[in-house]
């Protein structure tokens, strides 16, 4: 929103220095550091540069929208009352333009049972990136990659169709009781990984479903791909009660009946002959693997996992029909090594455009500490999604009760709170996280912003006036209070920072942002008397509550979080 008058800045300050640059700034509107670079380079005063840059382009034709000051050799730039008058009431209806398309992978979790708070990241990350995306305007799709193919559901289908399932003392209360398929199969998992390590005659049923499948046994495919969505439609429903949705599911077992697997072995290794491994070295693209050569297909003729993610992001480069996008993959950091081998291989052996047209990419993370607890669904000694959902709910009803705040959106401050826990942090970073402090309203967390906007809904009620009605008042921005001049700051910078966020694949930063709305309303309110003010002073004060409000509202939805109208 602030892009044309940044450019309009940057032209005039690249009439002294070709590589000049100006930032967002706390203390003004936007900063330049020129005179540095120029007072080093012409061995000049740089307070006497500042001063005669700061004169020309007062008498520019930025005169009416900004004005500059010279500080201790940075310019500082101040937008004038005339241009927050016209910016502001368009805060709401400000669009971007359309953009190219991305087609955005994240979750993808093994249907082998409940999702456990130790695969939650991924998920909360890929949905925000994806919000943030298609808020940007970008022709934005999100995929689930179904992994319906392969020994670990071949295991759960088998022992659920000889309905294996022994009594594993082991699980919780919570998921002995908890009702729903994902839970359903997660016994069925265990005890039959058990028989596949201790049963030859298991082991071998195992193996040839797999090889079956893979021959195109509808029968053998079936029998996954029923398992898998079975498993999947209770793992639905947990993300959805996290209100993370996906515009498409993606079956791996499509691209086994297609032939499009077969077809990229035959590509990879068009020499190899019948029971026979098929391999690639990697050595002449420079990279080194400790176990040799990578492995493709198996001498019984099943393929790996990653021929089948080879075939699948083919797949999902075509759909750029455009032939100009990016294809984008949240993934945890311990799969840097696979995804290199991957984008290399689609690289070095296929034409699909990769890094001229078609830019592939991964957003990793890192991992969750929860209070100190390690997670292994292989291990049955996991604590689910659903399970830190009712635990936050219920923290969080005690936590209102006890500070005597009324409200029924309890379910949505405990997520609210741990949403925001795992994505006000740089995806890169490890996180320490505790319920207890992503339900602090004191601190950096979901429920302090939450409250700040329910804090606005109540003024806005006592105001007696529609939203509607506010917008159309003509307000002045002559000698404004401090506080209100850093909200306005503040609010104008919306659609440029989640401009950057989304640009970054960083959702820390617009959490970064909101939070810091959040901070700078709760100083205006306390500063600055809305109804009680003059009338003028009145209708400019709840002009800018009613636009913090949609801009809290939009921001913490870009997170995921839902807004809580009454506390």
Do not use: W
Not at 227 to 255: H, M, P, R, V
Not at 300 to 315: E, F, N, W
Not at 495 to 500: F, L, Q, R, S, V
């Amino acid at each position: 929103m602030l892009s044309n008058i940044k450019n309009r800045i940057l032209t005039e300050l690249k009439k002294f220095d070709e590589n000049a640059s100006c930032e967002f700034s706390e203390h003004c509107d936007l900063t330049s550091t020129i005179v540095f670079q120029l007072a080093k380079r012409q061995n000049k005063n740089p307070k006497n540069i500042a001063e005669e840059i700061a004169h020309k382009i007062s008498n520019s034709d930025l005169k009416d929208d900004v004005e500059v000051k010279a500080v201790n050799s940075y310019l500082n730039f101040y937008l004038t009352n005339k241009f927050y008058s016209e910016i502001l009431p368009k805060i709401p209806d400000f669009k971007f333009e359309k953009r190219e398309k991305i087609i955005l992978e994240h979750t993808s979790i093994n249907p082998s049972g409940p999702i456990h708070i130790g695969r939650i990241r991924n998920a909360i990350i890929g949905d925000c990136i994806g919000r943030l995306l298609k808020f940007c305007n970008y022709e934005t799709e999100t995929h689930y990659y179904v992994n319906d193919m392969g020994k670990q559901i071949a295991i759960i289908a088998l022992a659920r169709q000889k309905n294996l399932k022994n009594d594993l003392i082991e699980l919780s209360d919570f998921i002995k009781n908890f009702v729903r398929n994902d839970y359903e199969i997660l016994p069925y998992y265990l005890t039959g990984k058990e028989y596949y390590e201790t049963s030859e005659k298991f082991k071998s049923q195992v193996d040839e479903t797999i090889r079956k499948a893979e021959s195109g046994d509808k029968q053998a495919i079936n029998l996954m791909k029923e398992t898998a969505k079975f498993c999947l439609e209770g793992q639905k429903q947990a993300l959805e009660n996290l209100d993370i949705k996906f515009d498409k599911f993606d079956y791996e077992s499509e691209f086994v009946e297609n032939g499009k697997v077969t077809e990229v072995i035959n590509h990879l290794c068009p020499d190899r002959k019948d029971n026979e491994l098929a391999e690639i070295n990697l050595d002449d693209y420079g990279i080194k693997r400790e176990k040799g050569n990578i492995v493709i297909a198996r001498s019984d003729g099943t393929s790996v996992y990653l021929a089948r993610d080879i075939a699948y992001h083919l797949y999902k480069i075509n759909l750029i029909t455009s032939g100009k996008g990016k294809i984008l993959n949240v993934l945890g950091e311990d799969h840097k090594q696979e995804f290199l081998e991957l984008k290399t291989i689609l690289e070095k052996n296929f034409d699909a455009n990769i890094n001229t047209k078609i830019e592939l990419n991964a957003i990793f993370f890192s991992f969750v500490n929860f209070e100190g607890k390690k997670f292994s669904t292989r291990k049955g000694n996991i604590i689910t999604i659903d399970e830190l959902i009712n635990d936050a709910t219920e923290k969080a009803m005690n936590i209102m009760l006890e500070k005597g705040i009324a409200t029924e959106g309890y379910e949505d401050i405990g997520i609210g709170g741990i949403k925001y826990a795992l994505l006000k942090i740089d995806p890169q970073k490890q996180i320490n996280f505790k319920l207890e402090d992503a339900l602090n309203f004191e601190g950096d967390t979901a429920c302090y912003i939450q409250y700040a906007y329910a804090r606005i809904c109540r003024i806005i009620e006592k105001s007696n006036m529609s939203e509607e009605e506010i917008r159309k008042f003509n307000v002045s921005y002559q000698n404004v209070d401090e506080a209100e001049l850093n909200l306005t700051r503040n609010l104008i910078k919306f659609y440029d920072i989640a401009e950057k966020a989304g640009s970054e694949l960083k959702p820390n930063i617009i959490a970064s942002y909101i939070y810091s709305l959040a901070t700078l309303f709760s100083k205006f309110y306390d500063r600055c008397p809305v109804l009680n003010a003059e009338e003028d002073v009145k209708k400019r004060r709840l002009l800018l509550i009613i636009l913090t409000k949609f801009v809290l509202k939009n921001g913490l939805n870009l997170l995921g979080i839902k807004t809580i109208e009454r506390m």
